[in-house]
């Protein structure tokens, strides 16, 4: 439910001020309320009702935190606190996050903006946050034990700076970092322009979102804090496909898309259809000479990256990361590969002994969207979501860029399937076809080998050990 009290422009309600550390008496005289949010949908852009003008972003099933406007100060309240975030429809995880979600809201300033946030710690340990690539006064960067004290809980810090400069960012604690953005704890952060600037060009669309990604076992909820590698869930804004929403635009919209990767693995992002540059980076705008059409860009840990696009092809378009375990959900880890087995005889014999026993991948993983397995409570399928030719055979960091003709400006809402016109669909073809060419030849190699094997080897199929030491 969403509790978004109007207090912007006015002095809101109050709270009773707790502990700040090194703050002024103006900073401490009273707290903004906070403004919660539980629901998973994307919000539309918050526009500004005071302060500079701005063309606002749109957070990706996520939301922009309203302000209030304090003597010329911008101000902002952050509660640290565990949260429950559906990840996808009859899926929930129980993570941490700020002010009712994960990621937390969205911050949005503009350039030359002094910033007054004021950081509320509802979780059991000391928390600090970061103002990732932000040029501020040290004392303000939030590194605990280095910059700050951590902030205990149940006490309230501020925090406080100018805007230096416009562009893409985030926040995210230093305070037992792995523990608490393994729980999830991490939000996006624009500066927009004051205005006019060489390397920002104004667009009609700006959609904002994070990569993160979590390890929860099947019929669980609570990621387990301490995976390295071996994670089960790819999410985008802590949302998993089919749980998603769409990037709706209208057809021939300048587009910017931002987006910030907070995993521990880096993500070649992949758009459909279209071509794109990369505008800007953490460290500011590209340089129009260093910029080139692609099609995908690789985001490292870390790292933030823009890219903008005119949307001008018509359709629904995938937009995904293209690591391909990236773009599938839980339960795939530990399923050995059988392809090219046939378990049809073993299988009629089990199912006498185990009503539910099932033969899975002996065609490969496509064949589970087919299938009405049962599945634990609280998680979703490997691969899902139905769309208007069947099953999707896909999961985690994956969506769609519906670009549409009659779209109006500023309607984000999902206009439904794309129509295409007739003979523009692949079909399946009856006629006679010609004869395939194939190669046959294995290749010669850079020099001849020392030694051949006498007889030749078969490769013969075996059920592979447990664990992962074959990926």
């Given at each position: 439910m969403l509790s978004r009290r109007n207090f912007v422009g006015g002095a809101g309600a109050l709270t009773a001020a707790v502990s700040a550390a090194s703050v002024s008496q103006v900073a401490m005289a009273a707290l903004p309320e906070p403004v919660i949010q539980t629901r998973p949908d994307t919000m539309p852009p918050l526009v500004p009702p005071t302060g500079r003008p701005y063309n606002a972003v749109v957070t990706l099933n996520g939301w922009t935190l309203p302000w209030r406007m304090n003597q010329g100060v911008k101000e902002?309240?952050?509660?640290?606190?565990?949260?429950?975030?559906?990840?996808?429809?009859?899926?929930?995880?129980?993570?941490?996050?700020?002010?009712?979600?994960?990621?937390?809201p969205t911050i949005e300033v503009v350039e030359g903006d002094r910033v007054r946030i004021f950081v509320t710690n509802k979780l059991g340990e000391v928390h600090?946050?970061?103002?990732?690539?932000?040029?501020?006064?040290?004392?303000m960067d939030g590194v605990t034990g280095l910059t700050q004290p951590g902030i205990p809980p149940g006490k309230t810090f501020v925090y406080e700076f100018v805007a230096r400069r416009p562009g893409t960012f985030m926040y995210h604690p230093h305070a037992d970092e792995m523990v608490q953005m393994a729980m999830g704890m991490m939000g996006f952060w624009i500066t927009h322009p004051k205005s006019r600037h060489a390397l920002i060009d104004e667009v009609d669309r700006d959609f904002v979102f994070l990569l993160n990604?979590?390890?929860?076992?099947?019929?669980?909820?609570?990621?387990?804090i301490m995976t390295m590698l071996d994670f089960n869930l790819w999410s985008w804004n802590s949302r998993i496909f089919p749980g998603i929403d769409p990037l709706v635009?209208?057809?021939?919209?300048?587009?910017?898309?931002?987006?910030?990767?907070?995993?521990?693995?880096?993500?070649?992002?992949?758009?459909?259809?279209h071509e794109f540059q990369v505008t800007g980076t953490d460290g500011g705008p590209t340089p129009?000479?260093?910029?080139?059409?692609?099609?995908?860009?690789?985001?490292?840990?870390?790292?933030?990256?823009?890219?903008?696009?005119?949307?001008?092809?018509?359709?629904?378009?995938?937009?995904?990361?293209?690591?391909?375990?990236?773009?599938?959900?839980?339960?795939?880890?530990?399923?050995?590969?059988m392809i090219g087995v046939d378990h049809r005889g073993v299988a009629?014999?089990?199912?006498?002994?185990?009503?539910?026993y099932m033969v899975m991948g002996e065609r490969g993983m496509k064949d589970m969207t087919e299938m009405e397995m049962p599945l634990p409570d609280n998680t979703v399928p490997m691969m899902g979501g139905e769309g208007p030719f069947g099953s999707v055979g896909m999961g985690g960091m994956f969506?769609?860029?519906?670009?549409?003709?009659?779209?109006?400006?500023?309607d984000y809402s999902d206009p439904g399937w794309f129509q295409h016109p007739p003979g523009t669909v692949a079909y399946e073809w009856t006629g006679a076809l010609p004869d395939a060419a194939r190669s046959h030849a294995a290749g010669t190699g850079s020099m001849p080998p020392r030694a051949r094997p006498t007889t030749p080897t078969e490769v013969r199929v075996r059920k592979p050990a447990g664990g992962h030491a074959g990926h």
């Amino acid at each position: 439910m969403l509790s978004r009290r109007n207090f912007v422009g006015g002095a809101g309600a109050l709270t009773a001020a707790v502990s700040a550390a090194s703050v002024s008496q103006v900073a401490m005289a009273a707290l903004p309320e906070p403004v919660i949010q539980t629901r998973p949908d994307t919000m539309p852009p918050l526009v500004p009702p005071t302060g500079r003008p701005y063309n606002a972003v749109v957070t990706l099933n996520g939301w922009t935190l309203p302000w209030r406007m304090n003597q010329g100060v911008k101000e902002f309240h952050l509660v640290a606190e565990p949260v429950v975030r559906e990840m996808a429809p009859g899926f929930k995880a129980h993570l941490w996050g700020y002010n009712g979600q994960s990621p937390g809201p969205t911050i949005e300033v503009v350039e030359g903006d002094r910033v007054r946030i004021f950081v509320t710690n509802k979780l059991g340990e000391v928390h600090s946050v970061h103002w990732h690539g932000q040029r501020l006064p040290n004392g303000m960067d939030g590194v605990t034990g280095l910059t700050q004290p951590g902030i205990p809980p149940g006490k309230t810090f501020v925090y406080e700076f100018v805007a230096r400069r416009p562009g893409t960012f985030m926040y995210h604690p230093h305070a037992d970092e792995m523990v608490q953005m393994a729980m999830g704890m991490m939000g996006f952060w624009i500066t927009h322009p004051k205005s006019r600037h060489a390397l920002i060009d104004e667009v009609d669309r700006d959609f904002v979102f994070l990569l993160n990604a979590y390890d929860i076992d099947p019929g669980s909820y609570t990621p387990k804090i301490m995976t390295m590698l071996d994670f089960n869930l790819w999410s985008w804004n802590s949302r998993i496909f089919p749980g998603i929403d769409p990037l709706v635009v209208r057809k021939n919209d300048k587009v910017r898309i931002r987006m910030g990767n907070l995993t521990m693995t880096n993500h070649p992002i992949h758009l459909h259809g279209h071509e794109f540059q990369v505008t800007g980076t953490d460290g500011g705008p590209t340089p129009k000479s260093a910029r080139y059409p692609e099609v995908t860009t690789d985001i490292a840990v870390g790292q933030m990256r823009q890219i903008e696009f005119v949307a001008d092809e018509e359709g629904d378009w995938a937009f995904h990361c293209h690591k391909s375990h990236h773009t599938m959900n839980a339960m795939g880890h530990d399923v050995p590969t059988m392809i090219g087995v046939d378990h049809r005889g073993v299988a009629r014999q089990i199912t006498q002994l185990i009503p539910d026993y099932m033969v899975m991948g002996e065609r490969g993983m496509k064949d589970m969207t087919e299938m009405e397995m049962p599945l634990p409570d609280n998680t979703v399928p490997m691969m899902g979501g139905e769309g208007p030719f069947g099953s999707v055979g896909m999961g985690g960091m994956f969506s769609v860029l519906k670009v549409r003709s009659g779209q109006k400006p500023g309607d984000y809402s999902d206009p439904g399937w794309f129509q295409h016109p007739p003979g523009t669909v692949a079909y399946e073809w009856t006629g006679a076809l010609p004869d395939a060419a194939r190669s046959h030849a294995a290749g010669t190699g850079s020099m001849p080998p020392r030694a051949r094997p006498t007889t030749p080897t078969e490769v013969r199929v075996r059920k592979p050990a447990g664990g992962h030491a074959g990926h």
